[in-house]
């Protein structure tokens, strides 16, 4: 993705559903979001979490973007997101259980400034 594409706008919120997967380099796109949020800006995302599934399941993933039949997969866990989150100036506020799957988690975090 290519993040310069945005103007230079400030925003309050940025929501992100089920897409962060399919970007190889989460900490340059989280990086991104908190240059684009405001000081008090919110940060809400959900992604397939597909780290937290076993290792068979997790390399038929693999297999299956390599040979074509999937878009390439990041294989995330929450652990991996809520640590490029804070690495990214971001404060994990909350994180919500919407369903029974235990890959998918909502959370919501606030960009951190070093003025606060």
Do not use: W
Not at 54 to 76: A, D, H, M, Q, S
Not at 84 to 97: H, P
Request: aromatic share 10%.
């Amino acid at each position: 993705m290519q993040t310069s594409c945005l103007k230079t706008e400030i925003f309050d919120l940025v929501m992100a559903f089920y897409v962060l997967h399919f970007f190889e380099d989460i900490e340059a796109v989280f990086k991104r979001v908190h240059e684009l949020l405001n000081s008090d800006g919110l940060f809400i995302l959900e992604t397939a979490c597909l780290g937290e599934h076993n290792k068979i399941v997790t390399g038929l993933f693999r297999l299956l973007g390599l040979i074509g039949f999937t878009p390439l997969i990041n294989i995330l866990t929450h652990r991996q997101l809520e640590q490029a989150l804070e690495k990214a100036g971001f404060l994990l506020i909350q994180k919500t259980k919407f369903s029974n799957s235990n890959s998918e988690y909502t959370l919501i975090a606030r960009k951190i400034t070093h003025q606060q």
